[in-house]
């Protein structure tokens, strides 16, 4: 398999952050000992971003001008390598979908910064890779229509900020019920789900969710944040599921998306497990599960 990856592209951050920078090193050598490609994308062109972000935001972020409170919400030290970084984990997304459209399956080692909205960047996403990149779909003229399927612990407030009012778009987020954002825009479909909650009412959520989704989107393109921040060990997810019900979780949104014949481009959001190669565990069985539907 194929895969994108931006983990060269580090940033300085402070001791004890709790944001993984680790996992995406260890996530490419587990990879490359599965056999797969591991592709370094370009940076995404200033204009990209523009076309989806307010172009002030943009600026602000490329001249490190954030305000204090934009800077606090952001979660992350601003550097210009930070930057750098987030402009190439956008244009992995980029390269992933265009590489699914072709065969089906894609997938990006990053990605899912789906708190970052039109004229917002917070909770650690910079720029919305998903967002960008089907606005490139767009402009290639291969897709219309599309559907976001969010995973992550966390509700994808930047996606309905972006995509919610786009009528060709349906945005579904799967999320703890008492996991931040606090204050929501709302997706054409949030479903909450209560704290502590395991896999079984976790898959049967998403199994109904899928059901009202999928005819309403009718989609020729689809995003998967397969979000590792669901299982019972992430500090600071609050649901319970376990490995193996992540696993099923990601078998049953390629399976449903990839029976009616849909593209999906998969990326990882986030994953905050105490030691970092669980979380890695996680990722690196989503990116199996991709693999086995591309034999
Ligand atoms: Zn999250």
């Given at each position: 398999?194929?895969?994108?990856?931006?983990?060269?592209?580090?940033?300085?951050?402070?001791?004890?952050?709790?944001?993984?920078?680790?996992?995406?090193?260890?996530?490419?050598?587990?990879?490359?000992?599965?056999?797969?490609?591991?592709?370094?994308?370009?940076?995404?062109?200033?204009?990209?971003?523009?076309?989806v972000?307010?172009?002030?935001?943009?600026?602000?972020?490329?001249?490190?001008?954030?305000?204090?409170?934009?800077?606090r919400?952001?979660?992350?030290?601003?550097?210009?390598?930070?930057?750098?970084?987030?402009?190439?984990?956008?244009?992995?997304?980029?390269?992933?979908?265009?590489?699914?459209?072709?065969?089906?399956?894609?997938?990006?080692?990053?990605?899912?910064?789906?708190?970052?909205?039109?004229?917002?960047?917070?909770?650690?996403?910079?720029?919305?890779?998903?967002?960008?990149?089907?606005?490139?779909?767009?402009?290639?003229?291969?897709?219309?229509?599309?559907?976001?399927?969010?995973?992550?612990?966390?509700?994808?407030?930047?996606?309905?900020?972006?995509?919610?009012?786009?009528?060709?778009?349906?945005?579904?987020?799967?999320?703890?019920?008492?996991?931040?954002?606090?204050?929501?825009?709302?997706?054409?479909?949030?479903?909450?789900?209560?704290?502590?909650?395991?896999?079984?009412r976790?898959?049967?959520?998403?199994?109904e969710?899928?059901d009202?989704?999928?005819p309403?989107?009718?989609?020729?393109?689809?995003?998967?944040?397969?979000?590792?921040?669901?299982?019972?060990?992430?500090?600071?997810?609050?649901?319970?599921?376990?490995?193996?019900?992540?696993?099923?979780?990601?078998?049953?949104?390629?399976?449903?998306?990839?029976?009616?014949?849909?593209?999906?481009?998969?990326?990882?959001?986030?994953?905050?497990?105490?030691?970092?190669?669980?979380?890695?565990?996680?990722?690196?069985?989503?990116?199996?599960?991709?693999?086995?539907?591309?034999?």
């Open positions: 398999m194929h895969v994108w990856t931006h983990d060269r592209w580090r940033f300085p951050l402070p001791e004890s952050h709790n944001f993984p920078i680790e996992k995406y090193g260890l996530l490419r050598e587990r990879m490359v000992a599965a056999g797969h490609e591991v592709h370094e994308a370009e940076s995404v062109p200033w204009q990209w971003l523009e076309a972000h307010d172009p002030e935001l943009v600026r602000r972020i490329r001249t490190g001008n954030l305000s204090v409170r934009e800077a919400g952001l979660g992350l030290p601003w550097s210009p390598e930070l930057v750098e970084r987030s402009r190439r984990s956008v244009a992995g997304t980029i390269a992933a979908s265009r590489f699914a459209l072709g065969v089906g399956l894609g997938m990006n080692l990053g990605g899912g910064t789906h708190h970052a909205g039109r004229s917002f960047a917070r909770g650690y996403c910079v720029f919305n890779d998903v967002a960008i990149a089907l606005s490139r779909l767009r402009a290639d003229a291969a897709v219309k229509r599309a559907l976001i399927v969010d995973c992550d612990v966390h509700q994808g407030d930047g996606t309905a900020d972006l995509l919610g009012p786009d009528p060709d778009t349906f945005t579904l987020s799967l999320h703890g019920a008492r996991n931040y954002p606090f204050q929501r825009i709302p997706s054409d479909l949030d479903v909450d789900i209560a704290s502590g909650s395991g896999d079984d976790y898959l049967q959520a998403l199994h969710a899928l009202f989704a999928l309403r989107a009718d989609a020729e393109f689809a995003f998967y944040l397969a979000g590792a921040d669901p299982w019972e060990g992430d500090r600071l997810g609050k649901l319970a599921l376990t490995k193996t019900g992540l696993r099923a979780r990601d078998e049953l949104v390629l399976d449903r998306l990839r029976g009616d014949g849909i593209p999906v481009c998969v990326v990882l959001a986030g994953g905050y497990a105490e030691d970092v190669r669980d979380t890695v565990d996680i990722n690196a069985a989503t990116a199996a599960a991709v693999a086995r539907r591309l034999c």
